[in-house]
């Protein structure tokens, strides 16, 4: 008899349908020469301290660092878990072969793994490795199963990592909590977690430390366009672009042209700015160039997890960890392809089956139209073999999109709109820039520039605008002048996208000057969608997509343990939000603080221990010592710790009370309700790294309809509608759109 594993029950329903196993069992069904069964997630997990050796019970500085010598696995202490585990360890006992089933990555390989070594399974294992659980994609899985050997650096990464993240987290945990934490909370500390919550800590307090520096930018208005007066670049900022021509060149893009450094210095006092707003107000404009260039803009990458998430997080305010439930429910409902990828290419083989795939959706046929019947193109920014390891990136199956909830629609409606649009022309624009010039009427030997240089004779102006001329792709997202791809938030979009007049070189007339008076602005906080981008890149907020997938390899975290991440630091009351923003709480302020250990706090250092788990799975680097390493780190952070002789302690909040329960999630149908699990010791309850919080049950009030939420607001037509305390609203409110309408 051969046994098949699943993840969960409705995943292993769908394979037994395939297989033509059709007898329900207690905890398996049964047909055809096959046996297929299920986990619920994790049915297994490390053990914990005090199962190692007694004493590691007891919190004391003494016991620490905790170290095994061997790492050993327990079942999860549920009485439905182990009921399901007993079914499974006998069928696996009696088994002639195994097909390990489980979600195809690193995860999901460690999950069966671990439930194949405590069921002591002998015989031969094979690994259905697949993207998505359409019938025809299960049919052709089992027509290629691997031998489980091909994944044991899979295994041997995600061991490494839980491994880790118990080493640390247990022992840092534990050591912090001792040492500053008065014995009233658990200070929960985490290899990724708490690099994470630096992240927005550092944030915060360049913000709150931040002094704002008044400044005036010279305007004029010649033939009813606003021209701004050419800035000379600082030290400082040529420095920055020479950093990022370098990160440009390692990510393999062609470096910009270098261009003069030219313009008038930065106008810092209002004296000096009148003096020149007067030298040129009675002076003619005269234009001095005009410059009109062609270009085309690609279609917008396909999503992978992070981007996925990052979009909707703007467009509909959706948490992280929503849009991977609502992307994970899709993928179970055979809509979507797998969904926890950090790559936004395709593999060639999936290039023949797109066009089925693009009959598929029935209910964008108006764009798909154009398509049918062509050649579609191949794209090597849409397919490339050498980009894709394991997964692809999230598409549509070609399944009918049925029975969906609202949040499923649109996150669907994102994830077919961008598969649709990479098989559309380049969008074709031209951008034109003016420059023109106004001499000045008296010398300026009273303000001269910073380097004691005498200001030029004339002050340069410039003025951009941007033209489509053949839309391509942006017919698909129903907008001509916005990039589908690009932040909702770029508040100069409108104004690269203006069309100008008809400008001759040589042209002169009267123009308008003034002196505009502006501050200079902090930092934007973190929201979860820059957050998640900025713990892909190690900390670096980078928009280009080239550039972002050369620094994914040191980013912290994976593509699927980031929404968790997000959560816990809310759950530890670390991190609270304030409409779509990230602040951190006084603890979580005071923590990071606290940690003069670089290596538990820096998402660039973490990020190069990511990295290294990521070799493990290439085979590139060995699993044995990047444990070793982080055994050596463990015990050097134990030591400066308990080395500390001030008298450091961190003030102790109290999670505010939830409002009201959160609603339940698609993923949740299939797993069992949790039973309440069996005490040992508090601490060690508190402290364990995958211990979830109890939620506390409230009655829901009944909420105001969404339909029209994330739709186009009606009043702007930018943004789209969002939901606030009282009202609807629009997204675009703070660039000044009012649109409001009050729940009814």
């Given at each position: 008899m051969i046994v098949c594993i699943a993840e969960k029950p409705s995943v292993a329903r769908d394979i037994a349908d395939v297989l033509g196993a059709r007898e329900k069992k207690d905890g398996y069904i049964e047909g055809n020469g096959y046996q297929v069964t299920w986990t619920f997630g994790h049915l297994c997990t490390l053990k914990e301290p005090h199962e190692y050796t007694p004493d590691w019970k007891s919190w004391r500085l003494e016991y620490l660092p905790m170290i095994p010598p061997r790492f050993g696995i327990k079942l999860i202490s549920n009485p439905t878990y182990e009921r399901q585990f007993h079914v499974i360890e006998g069928l696996m006992q009696k088994a002639d072969m195994i097909i390990n089933c489980g979600d195809a990555g690193q995860e999901g390989e460690l999950i069966q793994r671990w439930v194949m070594q405590k069921a002591g399974a002998r015989c031969p294992v094979k690994r259905l490795w697949i993207s998505s659980l359409t019938e025809e994609a299960i049919r052709e899985g089992f027509a290629k199963l691997r031998d489980a050997s091909d994944f044991q650096p899979l295994y041997e990464a995600g061991l490494s990592r839980a491994i880790g993240d118990w080493l640390l987290g247990m022992n840092a945990t534990r050591l912090y909590t001792m040492k500053y934490g008065q014995n009233r909370q658990v200070l929960s500390i985490g290899r990724v977690q708490t690099p994470t919550l630096a992240l927005i800590v550092n944030r915060q307090l360049?913000?709150?430390?931040?002094?704002?520096?008044?400044?005036w930018v010279l305007n004029t208005v010649y033939r009813d366009t606003t021209f701004?007066?050419?800035?000379?670049?600082?030290?400082?900022?040529?420095?920055?672009?020479?950093?990022?021509?370098?990160?440009?060149?390692?990510?393999?893009?062609?470096?910009?042209?270098?261009?003069?450094?030219?313009?008038?210095?930065p106008i810092t006092d209002r004296e000096r700015g009148e003096e020149l707003l007067r030298q040129i107000k009675d002076a003619p404009f005269t234009v001095t160039s005009v410059t009109k260039k062609e270009g085309k803009e690609a279609p917008p990458r396909?999503?992978?997890?992070?981007?996925?998430?990052?979009?909707c997080n703007k467009k509909f305010a959706y948490s992280a960890d929503d849009t991977l439930?609502?992307?994970?429910?899709?993928?179970?409902?055979?809509?979507?392809?797998?969904?926890?990828?950090?790559?936004?290419?395709?593999?060639?083989?999936?290039?023949?089956?797109?066009?089925?795939?693009?009959?598929?959706?029935?209910?964008?046929?108006?764009?798909?139209?154009?398509?049918?019947?062509?050649?579609?193109?191949k794209s090597k920014k849409v397919f490339d073999n050498s980009k894709v390891t394991d997964h692809h990136a999230i598409i549509p199956t070609g399944q009918a999109a049925m029975n969906l909830t609202d949040m499923e629609r649109r996150v669907f409606d994102l994830i077919a709109r961008r598969f649709i649009a990479v098989f559309y022309p380049d969008c074709k624009f031209s951008t034109t820039t003016?420059?023109?010039?106004?001499?000045?009427?008296?010398?300026?030997?009273?303000f001269p520039t910073e380097n004691g240089e005498a200001e030029a004779e004339a002050i340069e102006f410039k003025t951009s605008g941007r033209q489509i001329l053949e839309p391509g792709w942006r017919v698909v997202f129903n907008q001509n002048t916005t990039n589908a791809a690009a932040d909702a938030d770029d508040k100069d979009t409108d104004e690269d996208n203006k069309v100008l007049p008809a400008f001759v070189k040589g042209e002169s007339g009267p123009h308008v000057p003034d002196l505009v008076e502006k501050w200079t602005q902090p930092p934007r906080p973190y929201t979860e969608a820059t957050l998640l981008r900025a713990m892909e890149t190690?900390?670096?907020?980078?928009?280009?997509?080239?550039l972002r997938d050369a620094l994914k390899e040191n980013g912290i975290g994976r593509p699927s343990t980031r929404a968790a991440i997000i959560e816990t630091l809310f759950k530890r009351n670390y991190i609270?939000?304030?409409?779509?923003?990230?602040?951190?709480?006084?603890?979580?302020?005071?923590?990071?603080?606290?940690?003069?250990?670089?290596?538990?706090?820096s998402a660039e250092l973490t990020g190069i221990w990511e990295k290294k788990l990521r070799e493990i799975e290439k085979r590139t680097y060995n699993a044995g010592q990047f444990l070793?390493?982080?055994?050596?780190?463990?015990?050097?952070?134990?030591?400066?710790?308990?080395?500390?002789?001030?008298?450091?302690?961190?003030?102790?909040?109290?999670?505010?009370?939830?409002?009201?329960?959160a609603a339940k999630s698609p993923a949740a149908a299939d797993k069992p309700k949790k039973e309440p699990r069996k005490r040992t010791s508090k601490k060690a309850t508190q402290a364990a790294s995958a211990a979830e919080q109890p939620q506390v049950q409230v009655q829901v009030a009944p909420q105001p309809s969404t339909d029209i939420v994330g739709q186009p607001c009606p009043l702007c037509g930018k943004g789209v509608i969002i939901k606030g305390k009282t009202a609807y609203g629009c997204s675009e409110w703070r660039n000044g759109c009012t649109f409001r309408k009050p729940f009814e």
């Open positions: 360049e913000i709150e430390n931040f002094v704002p520096k008044q400044y701004s007066a050419l800035i000379r670049k600082s030290d400082e900022e040529l420095a920055l672009e020479a950093e990022k021509q370098k990160e440009a060149i390692v990510a393999g893009k062609k470096p910009k042209k270098e261009e003069e450094n030219r313009g008038i210095d396909l999503f992978d997890l992070t981007s996925l998430q990052v979009e439930k609502a992307i994970q429910s899709l993928y179970e409902k055979k809509i979507t392809t797998y969904p926890r990828v950090d790559t936004t290419f395709l593999s060639d083989d999936i290039y023949p089956k797109c066009p089925n795939i693009l009959k598929g959706l029935r209910d964008y046929t108006v764009l798909t139209a154009p398509l049918d019947g062509k050649t579609l193109p003016v420059i023109g010039e106004v001499k000045k009427n008296v010398a300026s030997a009273l190690a900390g670096k907020l980078v928009d280009n997509d080239e609270r939000k304030e409409k779509k923003n990230l602040i951190a709480t006084p603890t979580g302020v005071e923590l990071i603080q606290m940690i003069r250990e670089e290596l538990l706090k070793e390493e982080l055994k050596q780190m463990v015990k050097e952070i134990v030591a400066t710790v308990m080395a500390d002789r001030s008298n450091r302690r961190i003030t102790v909040q109290a999670p505010p009370a939830p409002k009201q329960a």
